[in-house]
């Protein structure tokens, strides 16, 4: 049985081409920097070939991100801005795009820097283990009511029926296996020997060999599981996928733990699924913005079946650190030779 690899500690990185030789031209430019938790020792290459990095407070609005984009050359994406089309056609001098993460599609306008020739390249793999141990860890807090229970001296159940199950007794279905969703499965399945199904566009023989999980449709999924986890990132065709006919089929009391984009899941269709009693508690890593009149709807009526952190699965020193090095690597590649192997956009490359 294959296993999985361990993601690389930092100290393992090893950058995707050969650094410029000693001794190369410097550059002259400006690399923007967005988002907490970057250790400013890891953006010191970058200052080494000449580039001046600057940090500016964020987030950024799109009128500030278009400001700050003048005269750079590189942008280093780790925060919650948008980089949108009119924010890029004013970046005349801008060649890349780096995105800390996976989940570039709802940040980054990625069509119209194919068009004005702008590299985007992400970080996969940087942060699956921090992803999947945080989705783990909160199917755990939400399968056995921990949040419910803190600061109590005593439980306080009422009957038998409110003791909680052990994983190992419930059916996790996992929405999205990609490397995040597999990484999950192979800890709920090796670690507690959960039960476990998943959908995705494509079925994946080998996961399902390794693993020991089983494919079904969606709606199959959402009936057949007590957890159902959303592991997709936001697209047009993923935007308020989990709706009312998914949370519909979902078993009375299931528990729905979304630590993905909060758009894939319809807010609407959640405070129904709350409401009946069809969700017993529903897990977020973000949230729906302010601009979203149901979800304060939802914190209101429902703030003790509600388990929302600040969008954070991915932030762990390791993980950061793996992803800005990456980043880093990725911003000297495009830079030095016009490409890079995490790019996600279509442009035309030069060939080597």
Known sequence: MSQTAAPRDITDYRPARPRPAAGAARRDGTVLVTGAGIDGALLEPLA?????????????????????LRGAVAYLHGGEERATARALRKAKTLKVVAFL?????????????????????????????????????????????????????????QGSDELPHELAARSVGIIGMGANGRRIAEILRRGFGVRVSYYSRTRKPDAERDLGISYLPLLDLAAASDILVVMVPETGETRS??????????????????TARPAIVSPGALYAGLEKGRVSMAVFDGFYGRECEEAGELRRDFPDRLLVTGHIASHTAEAMHRMVRQAVQSIENVLTYGSDEHEVGTRPRPRF
Not at 48 to 68: K, Y
Not at 101 to 113: H, K, P, R, S
């Open 48 to 68: 080494r070939q000449g580039l001046t990095v600057r940090r500016p407070a964020s987030p950024l609005t799109e009128d500030l991100l278009a400001r700050e």
């Open 241 to 258: 996928m989990i709706d009312s006919s998914v949370i519909s089929r979902m078993p009375e009391g299931a528990i729905l733990v979304n």
């Open 101 to 157: 993460g996976v989940g570039y599609e709802n940040f980054v306008d990625v069509a119209a820097a194919d068009r004005l020739g702008i590299a985007v390249t992400n970080t996969p793999g940087a942060a699956t283990d921090a992803v999947a141990t945080f989705t783990v860890a909160q199917i755990v807090n939400a399968n056995l009511g921990i949040p419910r229970h803190l600061g109590e001296r005593v439980p306080g159940w």
